[in-house]
């Protein structure tokens, strides 16, 4: 087999995400290395071992790893068919310092609820314009390794909170069009994001992003019907481009924007 080296890198506007990083190889190996922040790491295909703090660690496929910063460490194929991964490098916004330390004794973390959440992310960050999706889903994700990382903590407590989740939902219908960033609604609402997003999912058996984009594909139905083009319409309700506009559509509606304004069709 041919040595492997397939990258994708980019640096999202989410705040708390520091870069984004996707790779598969073969042969390659890590030498030791520190980063200033941490990271956030799954392995899709094959494992990696590595060494951190002189302790040997792996990533078998069902295995959430996270790195501190400024702790060196390697990292190398554990399988000959070598390994694919995607990795979040995040800042301090969601992990503090002081947790460094339980990073550095226990990094290899087997939760399937807090992978699946991570590959969420990830999904999210790699579609331009769900950036509200993927800062909500990162929340969750930073909340979750907290409590990992401070098992003495107790657990946060979901608790029904309407007049947090009314206010919420009052900013996202005021900034339909213009969109709004989870962490500015925390300041304005003076509620921690994670809080946000559990208070209003459940008032409303929905995600603020997924309400979000309600909002905008019923506007985009209105104007579709007008006679409005599919790009146009898209531009206008405040999704990314005609891409962003479709595959919402498409998902709530059933058909794609352009065959819903060809119908000629009433309200579904």
Do not use: C
Not at 167 to 189: I, K, W
Not at 220 to 236: E, F, I, K, N, T
């Amino acid at each position: 087999m041919a040595a492997r080296r397939d990258v994708s890198a980019w640096r999202p506007t989410v705040p708390g995400v520091v870069e984004v990083f996707h790779a598969h190889f073969t042969e390659y190996a890590y030498p030791m290395h520190v980063h200033e922040a941490w990271t956030l790491l799954i392995v899709d295909d094959g494992a990696v071992r590595y060494d951190l703090d002189r302790h040997e660690h792996g990533t078998p496929h069902d295995t959430v790893s996270l790195l501190p910063p400024h702790v060196p460490h390697n990292g190398s194929p554990a399988t000959a068919e070598g390994f694919r991964k995607r990795v979040l490098y995040l800042d301090g916004t969601h992990l503090p310092d002081n947790l460094i330390g339980a990073a550095v004794d226990g990094p290899d973390l087997r939760d399937p609820v807090l992978r699946r959440r991570v590959g969420q992310v990830h999904a999210a960050l790699a579609r331009p314009g769900d950036e509200l999706e993927a800062e909500s889903r990162l929340t969750l994700v930073g909340e979750r390794l907290r409590t990992r990382l401070r098992p003495s903590a107790a657990a946060p407590v979901p608790r029904r909170d309407p007049v947090v989740a009314r206010r919420l939902r009052e900013l996202l219908d005021e900034r339909v069009v213009e969109g709004l960033a989870l962490g500015e609604a925390a300041r304005l609402v003076q509620a921690h994001p994670a809080h946000l997003v559990r208070a209003f999912s459940g008032a409303y058996g929905i995600a603020p992003h997924q309400y979000l984009n309600a909002r905008r594909v019923d506007r985009a139905r209105r104007l579709l019907l007008a006679g409005h083009g599919p790009a146009d319409v898209a531009a206008a309700t405040g999704f990314h481009d005609q891409a962003h506009l479709t595959r919402h559509f498409r998902k709530l509606v059933g058909v794609p924007p352009g065959r819903y304004r060809a119908s000629g069709a009433g309200v579904i």
